[in-house]
């Protein structure tokens, strides 16, 4: 195979994009509706379509992932510690401490790279309120056993999954666990309204608290019934969002397609751990791919390989590294002590996300592991 540098940069992914016809024809009926954010018509519409897209009861839209699972911690009113994962982008820790609240990191499985569920009892104290889970890469977390130490312990279960579009257990939308779960929306998403999120929750109380809360607490013209914040989604966006439904199943039939080739071309490499295995009940969404570079038997490190992938143009990402236990902001806390967090300091270090969107072709994904064998020492 040729292996020469591709012509153009390969990037870690790329956003869908709808065709500029259909969102003229969108921008045309909010500009005769004269109505651009504050629950406009579109706004309503997509909650609805996509309410029902993830078989969920109840959901509310955001401006973003983030400010939505700011919110949702502000709705559960949770306090104190909240157990979590450091195998997470920023958000997932930032959030607990934009409320307040002192993220105490659990080791990650092995395996799936989630939250370790059987860790998860030895970190409860007096003040933990609940446990914040990641579906990381789109991976549903031990969700039962997860479910059933909150039970036990009275506590609150949010889960992040700003991964799990689509992602299904048993033919059950992945939003139907635990007390709220946050799906983010921004462009680099399988699913993308450009920016956005939304929350699901359960019973329609917690919805009308949630929809207070990201308009400010405003309940009419005369009443102001909790101290809010702006987390609108508006119109341009949620009329995006209505276009990008029916591309999301195409672009997860590609991915699936060039997901794969990856395990294919990948499987019998040694020192390479692919994505991991799920369950026959579970629907993935093949939003990432993710390599688990072992340097003692692959020859070379997982950063040689990003580095070295560059000169071929071939831009990867070390999703997650940094953990987030290693950041300034949370590094002194017992919890990110490296002996607590084993598993995750190692997967921190071998982890590597390769391109995956569906505007690759079969042959560039091909390529693009020929060179990664290529660095094989
Ligand atoms: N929780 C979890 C577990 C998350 O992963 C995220 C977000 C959140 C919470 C928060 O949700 P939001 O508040 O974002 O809704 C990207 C995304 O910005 C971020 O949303 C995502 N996770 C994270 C995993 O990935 P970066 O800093 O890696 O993005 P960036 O700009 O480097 O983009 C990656 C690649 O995509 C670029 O190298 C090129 C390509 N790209 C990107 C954009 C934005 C394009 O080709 N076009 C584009 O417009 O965080």
Known sequence: MNLEPFNKIIFVTRPVFPTIEEVTEKLRDIWNSKWLTNNGPQHTMLEHEL???????????????????????????????????????AATPHVLNWNNITPIFCDIDAETMNIDADKIESMITPRTTAILA?????????????????????????????????VEIDGRGIGN??????????????????????????????KQRIDLLKNFGIKNEEEVVMPGINGKL?????????IMLNYVEGERLKRLRLHEIYNEELGEVEGLKLMPVCAENVKLNNQY????????IFGRSRDFVHDAFKNFNVYTRKYFHPLCSEYTCYRQLNSSNPANLPVANIVGQQVLSLPMYGDLTEDDVRKICAILKSFKA
């Not at 839209?61 to 709705?75: D, E, K, P, W």
């Not at 479910?147 to 799990?164: E, F, N």
């Not at 508006?234 to 209505?242: L, P, Y």
């Open 289 to 296: 791919y993710v390599v688990r570079i072992d340097e003692k």
């Open 134 to 166: 990641v579906h990381v890469f789109g991976t549903p977390c031990d969700v039962e056993k997860i479910q059933d130490i909150a039970d036990r312990y009275g506590l609150r279960v949010v889960y992040d999954a700003a991964h799990a579009f689509g």
């Open 234 to 242: 508006d119109e341009v966006r949620a009329a995006i969002g209505r």
């Open 51 to 89: 309410k029902n897209f993830l078989k969920v009861p109840h959901l509310s839209l955001f401006n973003n992932g983030t400010i939505a699972l700011i919110v949702a911690c502000q709705s559960l009113r949770l306090s104190g510690e909240v157990i979590t994962t450091p195998f997470t982008f």
């Open 177 to 206: 666990f635990g007390d709220i779960s946050m799906f983010s929306f921004h462009a680099t998403k399988l699913y993308h309204t450009v920016e956005g999120g939304a929350l699901v929750m359960k019973d329609g109380y917690t």
